[in-house]
């Protein structure tokens, strides 16, 4: 362990708000549609200009161009984070913005899927001179950390989808007409684990890069079927790794590094359709800010599930995507996102727990076993 990163061990910071607005599409264009922002990255300020109020300016820890390219961001706002997950912490990555604002095209982009199956190794060596997004890029750069410093490693990912309170696992088998329940289970210490999704293990990047791509085919097959847009749904893909120090004394563990998109869906407000995850989200953030005694994580799933991220030990960054032409919904994200921002949280290192520890020695075991029983 580095000096930097013990010093870093448990010391308060606050969670780290970047904002990344997107382009005006040639859609918006063509109905004459102008933006109602400005940007000044020097002074980390998005400008809005108003039609109705005077100009409002909001400041974040970073703010992008409308141009900024994919490998930028992830420069900027990813890769010291996953430096750090190397170092053995856990972090959290969401994008928070309304429908057709980016957190897509930002966390996951645009990368060759229709190739994959074709060319696996092809499409992920394209893949980095892409318009490919944090996601892609995360896990390339996560293997090769591993690669580099540990002797010993596993990679396991998950991949879910919360959906009108409702958790789906994105990586099971469609035509399986009783999934197993995922459920959130309260440990006696109150931190919240997930249970029955499925822990894909990684070997290599093209792993993990086949899973990804499967876990976002579903979502986007899921919506065509419902005929509804990614607007009332989150996804939260997790990747939780745990390695072992290459001296072989200390056991280095547990980190994960977590996407999130999230989603604000006016439309969706107004049908009556509330999103409980949403309006639970802000609550919680405004009980944080304000020191209440009571922080209602219960009342939704995506605030159990973001619990830690929010107050805990995780290193925790949100990204808020605005669309240039909506004043009205890009006001109210850059509030959540100013408010956001003075979440505490206390980066601690995560160590491996004896239990940890049988039940990975039971799952090496019994993968042993399978290959003398393959043999
Ligand atoms: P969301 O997931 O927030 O609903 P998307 O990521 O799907 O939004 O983006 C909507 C559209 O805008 C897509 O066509 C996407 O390619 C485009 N887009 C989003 N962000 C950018 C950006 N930063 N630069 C260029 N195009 C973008
Ligand atoms: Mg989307």
Do not use: W
Not at 227 to 245: L, Q
């Amino acid at each position: 362990m580095s000096e930097r990163s013990q010093s870093f061990n448990g010391s308060e910071k606050h969670v780290q708000v970047i904002a990344r607005p997107r382009p005006l599409s040639d859609n918006e264009k063509s109905q004459n549609l102008t933006s109602c922002l400005n940007v000044n990255e020097t002074r980390r300020e998005i400008i809005v200009n108003c039609k109705t109020s005077t100009t409002r300016f909001f400041n974040y820890d970073h703010v992008f161009g409308f141009q900024t390219r994919q490998q930028d961001v992830y420069k900027v706002v990813v890769a010291p984070i996953v430096e750090e997950v190397l170092k053995g912490y856990s972090s959290t990555i969401f994008a928070y913005g309304q429908t057709g604002s980016g957190k897509t095209h930002t966390m996951l982009g645009v990368f060759p899927i229709d190739k994959v199956s074709k060319d696996t190794v092809g499409a992920y060596m394209s893949m980095l001179e892409s318009d490919a997004g944090i996601m892609p890029r995360a896990i390339h750069h996560i293997f090769q950390g591993l690669q580099r410093q540990y002797i010993d490693y596993t990679v396991k990912i998950t991949f879910l989808e919360l959906y009108n309170e409702e958790l789906t696992d994105l990586l099971a088998d469609p035509t399986n007409e009783q999934p197993e329940k995922i459920k959130i289970y309260e440990d006696k210490d109150k931190t919240n684990t997930i249970i029955g999704a499925i822990e894909a293990p990684c070997e290599t990047p093209f792993d993990a890069f086949k899973i990804l791509i499967k876990g976002a085919q579903r979502r986007q097959t899921a919506e065509t079927l419902m005929n509804a847009s990614s607007s009332r749904s989150h996804s939260i893909f997790t990747m939780t790794v745990t390695m072992k120090d290459a001296q072989g004394d200390v056991d280095l563990a547990g980190s994960e590094n977590i996407s999130r998109s999230g989603a604000t869906d006016k439309r969706a407000r107004e049908a009556g359709t509330i999103n409980q995850s949403l309006l639970t989200l802000g609550r919680v953030i405004t009980a944080l800010i304000s020191n209440e005694k009571h922080i209602c994580y219960r009342d939704s799933k995506l605030t159990r599930i973001l619990q830690d991220s929010l107050c805990g030990k995780t290193i925790t960054s949100i990204i808020i995507t605005l669309s240039p032409a909506n004043e009205a919904e890009t006001l109210s994200t850059l509030e959540y996102g100013h408010r956001a921002r003075s979440l505490k949280i206390r980066p601690e290192i995560n160590q491996l727990s004896s239990k940890d520890v049988a039940r990975e020695y039971l799952d090496e075991i019994r993968r042993l076993r399978q290959e003398l029983d393959a043999k």
